[in-house]
């Protein structure tokens, strides 16, 4: 499966631990999208990183979350001193470098569920 | 920040009938897209969109790119019990800018 492969599946946290997901993108895509969806509701934009730079993280809160994306492995979504505001379920999408084309859209990882207790 | 109105919330429909949602938008889109979600998996990409105007089928798919940029719906041709899910648009600006989800369409299908 060549999918956009996240990991962990479930994860849960104690108020106050450190979070860490993580999103492999499909082969060949450089562009990584992180999405945070909570219960009843739509995917909302956290942070789009291509490879070893942060294109835009107007959707992450500024404090304890960060991202990265580096030149070799996984992207990683980092939530420091979890609280359980932050349980949601994470998603990863890639694409490749040009999206002008049909069939060159974003694809989903199946995400990962943070429970914090 | 751009938002997307989707509607209906949910539906619940006998098999054999059509559905049809749409979303609406404060702002131009470049791309539609429509999405669906089932439990505990992520979104799977069903149709996209790319033109004003432009009407597009995926099976008994089809959705259509308003014509003001502002606007797409999706319609759901005979729906059988797999169609069940959440249903979601999506709104791109241009080129690789992230998208816009709309809150979702949850669709249940009485057999």
């Known amino acids: 499966n060549a999918g956009v492969m996240q990991n962990p599946r479930h994860l849960v946290r104690r108020r106050g631990q450190e979070a860490r997901l993580r999103c492999s993108p499909m082969?060949?895509?450089?562009?990584v999208y992180w999405y945070r969806q909570l219960p009843e509701e739509g995917l909302k934009f956290m942070v789009y990183?291509?490879?070893?730079?942060?294109?835009?993280e107007s959707g992450m809160p500024k404090e304890r979350f960060s991202a990265e994306f580096p030149k070799e492995g996984p992207s990683i979504l980092r939530i420091q001193q979890v609280v359980r505001g932050d349980s949601a379920a994470y998603f990863c999408?890639?694409?490749?470098?040009?999206?002008?084309?049909?069939?060159?859209?974003?694809?989903f990882g199946q995400g990962t569920r943070l429970t914090v207790v | 920040g751009q938002q997307l109105n989707q509607s209906p919330q949910s539906m619940f429909i006998q098999e054999g009938e059509d559905v049809s949602m749409n979303c609406t938008s404060s702002?131009?889109?470049?791309?539609w897209l429509w999405y669906k979600q089932e439990p505990g998996e992520g979104p799977v990409l069903l149709i996209a969109l790319y033109k004003a105007g432009e009407l597009t089928s995926n099976g008994r798919l089809t959705a259509q790119f308003g014509i003001t940029r502002k606007d797409s719906f999706l319609n759901i041709s005979a729906s059988i019990p797999s169609d069940v899910g959440i249903y979601f648009c999506?709104?791109?600006?241009?080129?690789?800018?992230?998208?816009?989800f709309g809150k979702g369409t949850r669709l249940s299908v009485i057999a």
């Open positions: 702002s131009i889109f470049n791309t």
């Open positions: 999408a890639s694409s490749p470098l040009i999206m002008r084309e049909r069939g060159t859209e974003a694809f």
């Open positions: 999506a709104g791109r600006g241009s080129g690789n800018t992230p998208l816009v």
């Open positions: 990183l291509q490879k070893e730079n942060i294109i835009d």
């Open positions: 082969k060949g895509h450089s562009h």
